[in-house]
């Protein structure tokens, strides 16, 4: 299965925007790339998903690089809220279209 | 929120006892998933379901049975508690026609 590559942990101040990189050198064709977050003592939420073309929805925007290999998160205003832990995730098309979950990127929002 | 329930929330074993927990859906989607958690760890998957009585084995399955016998309950069943299981886990729900999961709010079982 294709792999992700994500930094362990990024800062942020409250009300700034946060770029959440993410490396998948390996993804195939078909592969869509998902973002989830887990807030403290939660289980995880989707945040938004893609295949070729940046998307947009109300809690967030991904860029997906021309080539693929890479995408970017984009919160762009960060609250306190959004302080969790990101998830970049390739649907994995086996196992039930179960989702693959590496350590995540945990997001610090400081005030 | 996607109607999901999942219990107990909370349990607390001993090793060698047997464990069921159940993961109840109001979505009536076809697929659901079993995963746990452990500290400084993603989700990894456990056991996942395709349909009534359709299951199939994840990436840490040993251990672990499920059963689906209505839409809307997934158990998952320790046969023999072990402290390796002591763990958080989480169930998720999938339509066939979006992809997105939701998960439910985690059972945290520990096995002394």
């Known amino acids: 299965d294709a792999k992700t590559t994500q930094p362990n942990s990024m800062e942020s101040n409250e009300e700034e925007p946060v770029h959440l990189p993410c490396n998948h050198s390996t993804i195939s064709g078909t592969d869509y790339i998902h973002w989830y977050r887990q807030l403290p003592s939660q289980g995880p939420e989707y945040v938004i998903h893609g295949l070729t073309s940046n998307v947009n929805n109300r809690m967030a925007s991904l860029a997906i690089a021309e080539d693929r290999k890479s995408s970017t998160l984009i919160l762009h205003r960060a609250t306190l809220r959004d302080a969790a832990v990101y998830y970049c995730?390739?649907?994995?098309?086996?196992?039930?279209?179960?989702?693959?979950f590496g350590k995540g990127t945990s997001l610090l929002v400081t005030p | 929120d996607a109607g999901i329930t999942q219990s107990p929330r909370h349990k607390v074993t001993e090793t060698g006892t047997p464990v069921t927990l159940r993961c109840h859906q109001t979505e009536n989607h076809r697929y659901m998933y079993w995963y746990r958690q452990d500290p400084g760890h993603g989700l990894r998957l456990i056991h996942y379901s395709y349909g009534v009585k359709d299951t199939d084995k994840g990436e840490v399955s040993d251990g672990y049975s499920v059963s689906r016998s209505k839409t809307e309950d997934f158990l998952l069943t320790l046969e023999s508690a072990t402290s390796s299981q002591t763990s958080v886990y989480f169930c998720?729900?999938?339509?066939?026609?979006?992809?997105?999961?939701?998960f439910g709010p985690g059972t945290r079982l520990t096995v002394t």
């Open positions: 995730i390739l649907r994995d098309t086996n196992s039930g279209y179960a989702l693959n």
């Open positions: 998720a729900i999938r339509s066939t026609a979006t992809y997105e999961q939701y």
